[in-house]
């Protein structure tokens, strides 16, 4: 069955198409949510949320576009509203921002840990830093997102860098110093 005919029968209510569906896509969006969550069980409420959504919604979709990108961009709103359901970004206003560059040994660092420190980060970080970094959203597109001057994104993507740098270098000191 093809993506397009899955497409038709979930926007008909079909339990079979939408189990279909949510195996076909559930692995590549939880991998969405992760960039967004606080841990697994945060991205696995968020995906959940975001099929939901998908399925309710799924007659809005006409064709036009990736439906890829259709459903990541309701995986993003959907954990970008839950956390401006919970709690308020604290943003911080700061136009001195400085690029920060970290070499990577791929040797030292497992993409796991990347993924575990991207996840400590603070809310207001994390969430401009998977934006900008991962998704490629623009400064003014994550300041309309988030409810924030281009400024405060800039600042915070600077900060969440400096602390994912320091986070790194530490790491990859250990790890050489471990025979």
């Known amino acids: 069955m093809s993506l397009e005919q899955l497409i038709i029968k979930c926007k ?7 189990g279909k569906l949510y195996r076909m896509f559930a692995k590549q969006l939880y991998s969405l949510c992760l960039k967004y969550s606080k841990n697994y069980a945060e991205a696995q409420d968020n995906l959940q ?9 799924i007659g809005q979709y006409k064709g036009k576009g990736s439906f890829e990108g259709w459903m990541k961009r309701i995986v993003i709103n959907t954990a970008l509203q ?3 359901k919970s709690s308020n970004l604290d943003v911080i206003k700061d136009d001195n921002v400085i690029e920060e560059v970290v070499e990577v ?10 993924l575990h ?4 980060l603070p ?3 994390r969430l401009v830093f998977s934006l900008y970094v991962l998704d490629q959203y623009s400064h003014k597109e ?13 600042s915070n993507l600077s900060r969440a860098r400096s602390i994912l740098k320091e986070k ?12």
């Open 12 to 18: 008909k209510n079909d339990r079979a198409a939408q």
């Open 49 to 57: 949320d975001a099929f939901i959504t998908i399925f309710k919604k």
């Open 82 to 84: 839950r956390y401006r």
């Open 105 to 114: 040994d791929a040797d030292l660092v497992s993409l796991d840990f990347l």
């Open 117 to 120: 420190i991207v996840q400590q």
């Open 123 to 125: 809310d207001k970080y």
């Open 142 to 154: 994550i300041a309309e997102l988030l409810n924030i001057s281009v400024g405060t994104s800039k």
């Open 168 to 179: 790194i270098q530490e790491h990859q000191f250990i790890k050489k110093q471990t025979p």
